[in-house]
């Protein structure tokens, strides 16, 4: 594989565009190796849907766009970047605020932990904010096929 991959999608700030960005990101993604079906690639597109659930609710409508970025560093690195145009941080919740909403970066928080991975908050220049999650790129091996069992001269298979 390359040395340095990148994809990115810019979305409008609306409900469907949190499917279309963990579509992009699964499709992205399985081309550059990762099978769809594999828990690395379940926690990721949880991560994606978190991150762009935010800047799609918690913009509050000044975030006409949010963009999903996607690198991959020498097969060991894979940065996934959520940018909106609202300057405001993640702010964390109390608890007893957080019973039916405000839990997303509680989960990216605790997923990007579980993977190993790295969780940063940036300002961009345009004064909105990057989200962004470092992971380990940890693609599975290939399965193996197993050999058929050869039968040695005079021998039947299945006997």
Do not use: C, Y
């Amino acid at each position: 594989m390359a040395d340095h991959l990148e994809a990115s999608v810019t979305l409008p700030s609306e409900a469907a565009s949190v499917s279309t960005a963990r579509g992009f990101v699964a499709d992205t993604l399985g081309e550059w190796g990762l099978p769809a079906d594999s828990e690395a690639a379940d926690t990721i597109r949880l991560i994606v849907s978190e991150l762009a659930t935010n800047a799609v609710q918690h913009t509050f409508g000044q975030s006409p766009t949010f963009t999903v970025g996607l690198v991959l560093d020498r097969d060991e690195r894979l940065r996934i970047g959520v940018t909106d145009s609202h300057p405001r941080f993640p702010q964390r919740l109390p608890a007893a605020v957080q019973q039916d909403n405000g839990r997303g970066m509680v989960i990216i928080r605790w997923l990007t932990a579980e993977r190993g991975g790295k969780l940063r908050v940036r300002p961009t220049r345009e004064g909105g904010k990057t989200v962004t999650v470092e992971l380990p790129w940890t693609v599975p091996a290939e399965p193996t096929v197993r050999a058929a069992a050869i039968p040695r001269p005079g021998e039947l298979p299945g006997r």
